[in-house]
Structure formats: structure tokens, C-alpha cells
């Protein structure tokens, strides 16, 4: 399983100021429904990877018998099919939203 994000900033060891222990990079990523999570990106992109991509986060388990999951960035898409594939993920994410809010009141109104 994948999930389509935006980034929102980048946590890198070069940036002025920064102290790390490490050389990797995360990123500040607004998940199409609306989670807001920090993820690593994968080391063989995080020089390419820049705030504003459109992004894939790898949600696959870390193995079959696990239920952790991977949350790295493996890949930046061209801005124009990640905005079609963000814009198509959040709006089945309205939909399924305005549908259970529909449900919620018809069973409030049901009960009084």
C-alpha cells in the first residue's frame, strides 16, 4: 500500500543550523486525508525531494508477519499527476466525510 502526500517542509542536515546525528532526510508531509506526519525519504532521492512535491510514502509492512509499517518516501511526482491524484484521493475523502456526517444527523434525528 501507498499514500499520496504533499510536502510541506524538509528536515535536512545540511540546513543552517542543524545539528543531527545522522545524514538522513524527512519530510513534513499532509497526507490526502489530512493526516500530518513526518517521514524519512528514501536516501537515493532526499537530494531531489523538495517542499511542494507531491509524494508516494511505502505503507507496505516491514514483513509479512508484521504489523509495522515501512513510512518512507520512494518517490516525487511530476507536479501535475500528483495534483491529479491528490485532488482525486481528497475528494473520495469529502465524500466519505459528507456521507458519515448525512448518517450522523439522520440517526441524531431518528433518536429525538
Known sequence: ????????ELVSPGAKGMVSADTSVQAVVRMWDENLLI????????????????VLADYTPLSPDSNHRKLVIIKALPSEEGGRVWTEFREEFEKRRNRAQQQQQQNYQYIR
Do not use: E, S
Open 39 to 54: 517521514l524519512g525519504v528514501d536516501r537515493r532521492i532526499a537530494r531531489k525531494v523538495k517542499k511542494g512535491d507531491y
Open 1 to 8: 500500500m501507498y499514500h499520496i502526500g504533499l510536502v510541506q
